[in-house]
């Protein structure tokens, strides 16, 4: 029973440099999320969707991109690495019917990430 | 907007105090709330939850009562253990799938 998958669990890039974190899920939950977790701060989002072939924006959606071509993936991609983005990812899924609020969100490991 | 305050840490206890996060919010509607927990190097993990006004959520010896009228979902446990060592995040829900969360909370226990 995996869960919400995550990788890699650790990275270092160089500035200016590209890569894309993975995240799996295999409870068939429609909903996925990503997240950042910054130092001394609480999770900000990035980018949700809710379904596949279905995205958006989130709170801070600047210098990344997704996409969900299927219900179980839902890969991050950084372009041109800044230091701002140094931080710990976690990707999130959950299931909803309605999209209402009392959905419990299950998440990954998390990736941290570290950008020189 | 939403948001979602929490106590400043690190909180640390000896072993078997009790424990008091306080957690308060700002939300138009009726906002489910939620405490998560995560354990060092691992992802959040939900501890518990309430999604109206009175109820409370339990789990593990942990519990926290939603309270309207003090806008305020505080998280308390009698007798702390060393595994309870963690960082405790409050979080709200307020008629959407997304989520606020507050800035969390470390707890150190010593044995």
């Known amino acids: 029973n995996a869960g919400v998958t995550q990788t890699p669990k650790f990275r270092i890039l160089k500035i200016g440099q590209s890569m894309t974190l993975q995240c799996t899920q295999d409870?068939?939950?429609?909903?996925m999320y990503w997240y950042r977790q910054d130092p001394g701060m609480g999770l900000k989002l990035i980018y949700y969707s809710v379904g596949a072939g279905i995205t958006d924006k989130g709170e801070v959606p600047n210098g990344y991109n997704v996409s969900r071509s299927t219900t179980e993936d839902f890969p991050l991609r950084l372009e041109l690495a800044a230091p701002s983005q140094t931080s710990v990812y976690f990707c999130?899924?959950?299931?909803?019917?309605?999209?209402?609020?009392?959905?419990?969100?299950?998440f990954g490991p998390g990736t941290r990430l570290t950008v020189l | 907007g939403n948001s979602v305050t929490q106590m400043e840490g690190p909180v640390t206890l000896s072993e078997e105090a009790f424990l008091t996060i306080n957690c308060t919010y700002t939300a138009t509607g009726y906002p489910s709330l939620f405490w998560y927990v995560q354990y060092p190097g691992e992802g959040l993990q939900l501890l518990l939850k309430?999604?109206?006004?009175?109820d409370k959520g339990s789990n593990k010896g942990f519990e926290a009562t939603y309270r309207k009228e003090t806008t305020s979902f505080h998280l308390e446990k009698g007798s702390v253990q060393v595994s309870d060592s963690a960082v405790y995040f409050c979080?709200?829900?307020?008629?959407?799938?997304?989520?606020?969360f507050g800035t969390g909370t470390r707890l150190k226990v010593l044995a």
């Open positions: 979080a709200l829900s307020s008629g959407t799938y997304k989520y606020i």
């Open positions: 309430a999604t109206k006004a009175d």
């Open positions: 999130a899924s959950s299931y909803s019917m309605t999209g209402g609020s009392t959905d419990t969100q299950y």
């Open positions: 409870m068939n939950h429609n909903y």
